[in-house]
């Protein structure tokens, strides 16, 4: 799969193999890594949902809502990209972390995100439509 939009560097800083010991990684990532996987929106308008691998800082827009699907069974299962189910400008003016407002969604940590901006009907509409085995992601994507 071809990478989408500028690599940016990103900063590994401590490890719990590493008894704590500080190193650093340095690696490239494409921004599409920059993506929030939606499990649903709660009363108070908080999208929640988890990150994947890469801090997203707030003052960031989600410009993409696509979908996957898992297929088979262990051990042979894999996700199959559905496409983009919509385009989106939403701006990230919010992240709850373990009960507490931080400034970017941490990769790999679940969040609850105050979202503004066009596509949020767009985003409950897919929710309540979403089948068994399917994933929505919110994306950072950089036009071609």
């Known amino acids: 799969?071809?990478?989408?939009?500028?690599?940016?560097?990103?900063?590994?800083?401590?490890?719990?193999?590493?008894?704590?010991?500080?190193?650093?990684?340095?690696?490239?990532?494409?921004?599409?890594?920059?993506?929030f996987s939606v499990d649903h929106?709660?009363?108070?308008?908080?999208?929640?949902?988890?990150?994947?691998?890469?801090?997203?800082?707030?003052?960031?827009?989600?410009?993409?809502?696509?979908?996957?699907?898992?297929?088979?069974?262990?051990?042979?299962?894999?996700?199959?990209?559905?496409?983009?189910v919509a385009e989106v400008r939403l701006l990230l003016t919010e992240v709850w972390c373990y009960r507490r407002s931080v400034d970017v969604i941490p990769g790999g940590h679940s969040a609850g995100l105050r979202l503004e901006g066009a596509g949020i009907d767009s985003l409950k509409r897919s929710l309540q439509t979403q089948q068994s085995r399917e994933a929505l992601w919110l994306r950072v994507q950089e036009a071609r």
Do not use: W
Not at 25 to 35: A, E, F, N, V
């Open 41 to 84: 929106i709660a009363d108070d308008g908080l999208v929640i949902g988890r990150n994947g691998y890469v801090d997203i800082p707030v003052g960031s827009v989600f410009n993409v809502l696509a979908k996957e699907k898992l297929v088979g069974d262990l051990p042979d299962i894999r996700s199959v990209d559905l496409g983009v």
């Open 1 to 35: 799969m071809p990478l989408l939009g500028p690599l940016v560097p990103f900063t590994v800083g401590q490890d719990s193999a590493t008894s704590g010991r500080s190193f650093a990684l340095t690696s490239k990532i494409s921004m599409r890594d920059m993506c």
